[in-house]
């Protein structure tokens, strides 16, 4: 199965997302590509995300922003949206999912980091638990 989570920058949210699916799908049985993206990626990670995930054990800062076009689109099963206030895209015919989550980046305040990563976490997990049963 092909997943995309997809926001804005792809710096923040989506980021966050995709590291969490690796971390839990790394022992399962079952094969899934995950992927993230932004409509309007920005140059690096952002330095907060990065630390709020090292904090729970996850190493994200190999990843990187991606463009929608940088990642297979006509072969996705499921894309997720986490964009907030901002426009999401629309991929026809594949399924969707919108998360709608406000952009920790705004703030630069490690705290609505946490917060936004914390619910992405629990997003994550029930995500995956649904598609595992």
């Given at each position: 199965?092909?997943?995309?989570?997809?926001?804005?920058?792809?710096?923040?949210?989506?980021?966050?997302?995709?590291g969490?699916?690796?971390?839990?799908?790394?022992?399962?049985?079952?094969?899934?590509?995950?992927?993230?993206a932004?409509?309007?990626?920005?140059?690096?990670?952002?330095?907060?995300?990065?630390?709020?995930?090292?904090?729970?054990?996850?190493?994200i800062?190999?990843?990187?922003?991606?463009?929608?076009?940088?990642?297979?689109l006509k072969?996705?099963?499921?894309?997720?949206?986490?964009?907030?206030e901002?426009?999401?895209?629309?991929i026809?015919?594949?399924?969707?999912?919108?998360?709608?989550?406000?952009?920790?980046?705004?703030?630069?305040?490690?705290?609505?980091?946490?917060?936004?990563?914390?619910?992405?976490?629990?997003?994550?997990?029930?995500?995956l638990?649904?598609?595992?049963?």
């Amino acid at each position: 199965m092909n997943i995309a989570f997809i926001c804005v920058g792809n710096s923040c949210r989506s980021q966050i997302a995709e590291g969490y699916a690796k971390h839990f799908l790394k022992d399962l049985k079952s094969k899934h590509n995950i992927y993230s993206a932004g409509m309007n990626p920005k140059d690096q990670i952002h330095p907060l995300a990065i630390e709020v995930m090292k904090e729970d054990g996850i190493d994200i800062s190999s990843q990187y922003p991606k463009a929608l076009e940088d990642i297979p689109l006509k072969d996705l099963d499921v894309y997720i949206t986490l964009c907030g206030e901002e426009a999401c895209p629309n991929i026809v015919g594949v399924k969707h999912i919108h998360w709608g989550l406000e952009d920790p980046a705004k703030t630069n305040d490690i705290n609505v980091f946490r917060s936004v990563r914390d619910i992405i976490k629990q997003k994550v997990k029930d995500f995956l638990y649904e598609l595992e049963t």
